[in-house]
């Protein structure tokens, strides 16, 4: 049968399962990457398996997110990291080296690989024709150490490229008109794959810059075929060996399909607050709305052939006086190419700050825009807020729109800057890896740092056959992981101190929360509809649990928040009668009796209310494999008892 190209690597690595839509599969996974902000936690996760040497074909630790070293705590971390990789067969990619997307592409990633990352835009690497996933850090510790990846098999969405892009036309502007078509809910659990004409003029770059904002449509993953382009990209990375022809069969089937026709696509412009929020940059270019920040940089945009266009552009010009312009090239080897060629000297001598090749402004370190300043940024997110300013307004655009705000100090069509500068990929990439540490060749050696930041990670124990509790708080419909684990430079750090972090769990809806499910030592919550929504963060799991948090009751989940409640062996069930929600109130004390023959019964529990004398009915939904990782008290407890 002709099959497109997802099922072809999902197949190839295909552990159990059967490859039906929205069926539960499980992948083999190839390479790991994680980011220092993820990545402590993964390997502190890593470490209690138990499993000597990672079982991947590669596994990389990226420090690129918390470089700002205001305190010890970052440093911390980043010691624990490189000592933790070099004892466990990890490579590590020392601060300084780039944002880990943007290296792996460069460096490691490979055409038919599965790779499974601690970073939502892992799908970067999907450029390069990898099948490449986002997860929570305990997955990738799971991968690390042999086991298989569990995800729904997807849909797959063929986007067809008709033509070419015009000069001041960019990848950035295809996938902002996808998302514009799609909208930022559209590519849940579905695998984007783009074929057609138009796809051989993009170079690999270009397409991770499409795959890598996919993540935006909320997809599994987004994928290129791996052809003449990849090959002469793994050729100039002097990776020549790594390439791999590889494309969906002619005849091959999808589930949804969408057409972008690049010869009539214009300069597209994703507007406050939401990536799917795309117009014509020149619907907003009559206007002329005044900027006050320009930055380039991160994950989707900053390659070398980026840099350079905004190198050009610049050229002889001078950023706006109205105008502060940051620039953070994606990795070492950009940086340096534009170091030594002298495109760096015209982007200084324009009049542009220059920071480290880190994520910096796009996780809002440093370079927060002034109050109710217009930001445009080549970046991937512009949610309220993440810029590090509550009323700034953050448009996302290519690096050509962002060269022509920077110049005419409004937001402008490229086109008005003249005659488009053509820049083709450089003969040869500069290769220099130092700045990647390989794994020690005596593991036995390594002794891994643990600064005072590095905190042994709590790990729950095996869930009791009977459950008494008190409810430690009721809380209402749409509470996001925000609410339950915020983020922010305060409390990210932390992320490696549960002890420390946990003191802030729901403190911005109930200060006295985290003193009060410590002091009960275990308890239930009660929510309402969409509980846990927005990120993956596994601290919203995580922390609760060490808080003693048993069971969380609610009327209904966001999927990824559900998932983490069970990777920490915390119950996750729902209310069959919603109703019974207004029943309960907090300080009640809630009973399940003969916990395991209930759930391993069927899909109904009974639980009792014993402060109102009253039962009522919850449903747990659980697989078989889920019920034995909720009962084993998570799923590291779980993997080390299935002994892989
Ligand atoms: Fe970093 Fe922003 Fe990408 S935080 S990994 S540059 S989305």
Not at 56 to 69: I, K, R
């Amino acid at each position: 049968m002709a099959k497109n190209l997802t099922q072809k690597i999902i197949e190839a690595h295909l552990v159990s399962g059967e490859m039906v839509a929205g069926k539960e599969i499980a992948i083999r996974i190839d390479q790991t990457l994680t980011q220092d902000a993820t990545g402590t936690m993964a390997y502190l996760q890593f470490e209690a398996m138990g499993v000597p040497q990672v079982k991947t074909e590669l596994s990389v630790s990226y420090v690129d997110h918390n470089t700002l070293q205001s305190g010890f705590e970052n440093a911390d971390d980043h010691r624990f990291l490189q000592t933790v990789a070099a004892k466990h067969g990890i490579h590590f990619s020392r601060p300084g080296n780039g944002i880990c997307h943007q290296v792996h592409l460069e460096r490691f990633a490979k055409p038919g690989k599965t790779l499974l990352g601690s970073d939502s835009h892992t799908p970067t690497a999907g450029g390069m024709g990898s099948l490449a996933m986002g997860a929570g850090g305990l997955d990738i510790a799971v991968a690390m150490a042999g086991g298989a990846f569990y995800l729904n098999m997807p849909k797959v969405v063929k986007v067809e490229l008709k033509g070419k892009l015009k000069p001041w036309t960019a990848a950035k502007d295809i996938i902002l008109e996808v998302l514009r078509h799609l909208t930022v809910k559209g590519g849940v659990g579905r695998v984007i794959e783009y074929t057609g004409e138009g796809v051989a003029s993009l170079s690999v770059p270009e397409r991770a810059t499409i795959t890598n904002m996919g993540a935006e449509l909320g997809a599994t993953t987004s994928i290129f075929p791996s052809d003449e382009a990849t090959r002469i990209y793994l050729e100039k990375q002097g990776r020549g060996e790594d390439f791999a022809p590889l494309a969906a069969d002619a005849d091959a089937t999808y589930d949804e399909e969408l057409i972008i026709d690049l010869n009539t696509l214009e300069p597209n412009i994703a507007q406050p607050h939401s990536p799917d929020n795309v117009v014509a940059v020149k619907e907003l270019a009559s206007k002329r709305i005044p900027v006050q920040q320009v930055a380039v940089g991160s994950c989707t945009n900053s390659s070398y052939v980026d840099l350079m266009r905004l190198a050009e552009v610049l050229k002889g010009r001078t950023v706006h006086p109205n105008v502060s312009l940051v620039v953070s090239p994606g990795s070492k080897q950009v940086f340096e190419m534009i170091a030594r060629n002298g495109a760096l000297a015209d982007i200084l001598a324009a009049g542009a700050r220059l920071l480290e090749s880190a994520c910096g402004p796009c996780i809002g370190m440093g370079q927060a825009p002034s109050s109710g300043a217009v930001s445009v940024r080549s970046f991937n997110r512009n949610f309220e807020g993440r810029s590090g300013t509550a009323d700034a307004s953050v448009y996302l655009a290519s690096v050509e729109t962002c060269a022509a705000a920077a110049v005419l100090g409004y937001i402008a069509d490229p086109n008005e800057l003249g005659e488009f500068p053509a820049i083709d990929l450089p003969e040869k990439y500069l290769v220099d890896d130092r700045l990647v540490l390989a794994p020690a060749e005596n593991p036995a050696d390594v002794e891994v740092v643990r600064g005072p930041n590095i905190k042994p990670l709590p790990v729950n124990t095996a869930l009791a056959d009977v459950l008494t509790a008190p409810v430690s708080l009721k809380v209402g419909d749409n509470i996001t992981t925000d609410h339950i684990m915020p983020a922010g430079a305060k409390v990210l750090p932390l992320r490696s101190n549960i002890p420390a972090i946990s003191e802030h769990v729901y403190v911005r809806v109930d200060p006295q929360f985290p003193a009060r499910a410590k002091e009960l030592g275990k308890s239930v919550i009660i929510g309402g509809h969409n509980y846990g929504q927005g990120s993956s963060r596994e601290h919203a799991a995580l922390a609760p649990m060490y808080l003693g948090v048993k069971a969380v009751i609610v009327k209904s989940y966001a999927r990824i928040h559900r998932a983490n409640l069970i990777n920490f062996g915390l119950l996750p069930l729902t209310f069959v009668n919603e109703n019974d929600y207004d029943t309960i109130a907090q300080g009640d004390e809630i009973a399940i009796d003969n916990l395991t023959e209930q759930i391993k019964a069927g899909n109904e529990i009974t639980v009792k209310n014993v402060t109102k004398g009253t039962t009522f009915t919850v449903t747990h939904d659980l697989t078989g494999r889920q019920i034995d990782i909720i009962l084993a008290g998570g799923l590291l407890n779980y993997t080390k008892q299935q002994a892989i």
